[in-house]
């Protein structure tokens, strides 16, 4: 799967009928979205403290750990600035296409794009919905019908491991519900008649 990219959208059609909406939890929305930080900074501390543990009375001392606590104050803006910008999405589903809804922007795809959709469960209420859309138009009029993809474990092991990372609809309630509906709805508009 590739990163799944977002068009900005204008306000509903007429015929647009909103089926589902989801807010996602600002916490897991945070860890997941800024899960390659957390590894990285954790990798950095991991070298920094095996650095620190032969280096006694070193004057490298000294700005190993300034570089150690300048990089955990920029994790933490990091990952407070996801959190906020999470506490503004909404995630909304109509009969036409998939949306992220803030109070300024609203990004969308269109059901008829949606190459596959999988979605990762890390407990029994939340989890996230990851789609990938077609790349070339001829491939997406050739399309098959879609089958929903399901995988659980921990928030660390449920996120995919692809690169570049995928960006779906992290960390909300009712995730699997939400995957279903639109793979009911894709394929209903792939056996219409053109």
């Known amino acids: 799967m590739r990163a799944l990219k977002l068009d900005r959208v204008g306000g509903p059609s007429e015929d647009e009928v909103v089926l589902s ?3 996602p939890n600002p916490i897991l929305y945070g860890l997941e979205a800024s899960r390659a930080a957390i590894l990285a900074m954790l990798g950095l501390s991991a070298f ?10 070193s004057p490298l001392l000294f700005l190993l750990k300034l570089v150690a606590v300048l990089d955990l104050i920029a994790f933490s803006i990091f990952f407070l600035a996801v959190t906020l910008i999470a506490r ?3 995630f909304v589903l109509t009969n036409k296409a998939i949306l992220v809804r803030t109070s300024r922007l609203q990004l969308g ?3 008829e794009e949606i190459k596959s959709v999988e979605i990762r469960s890390y407990g029994a ?3 996230s919905v990851y789609l990938e859309r077609y790349s070339d138009p001829l491939e997406m009029i050739a399309g098959k019908s879609i089958e929903l993809g399901k995988q659980s474990g921990s928030i ?3 996120v995919p491991r692809s ?11 009712n995730f699997d519900d939400f995957g279903r509906i639109i793979v009911d709805l894709h ?6 008649p053109m």
Do not use: S
Not at 48 to 57: D, E, Q, R
Not at 187 to 192: L, V
């Open 163 to 173: 690169k570049p990372q995928l960006f779906g609809f992290l960390g909300f309630k």
């Open 109 to 111: 795809v269109p059901l």
């Open 187 to 192: 394929n209903a508009g792939r056996a219409r």
């Open 125 to 127: 209420e939340y989890g």
């Open 48 to 57: 920094l403290i095996l650095v620190l543990m032969f280096t006694k009375g």
């Open 88 to 90: 503004g999405l909404t």
């Open 21 to 23: 909406q989801a807010k």
């Open 156 to 158: 660390w092991l449920a």
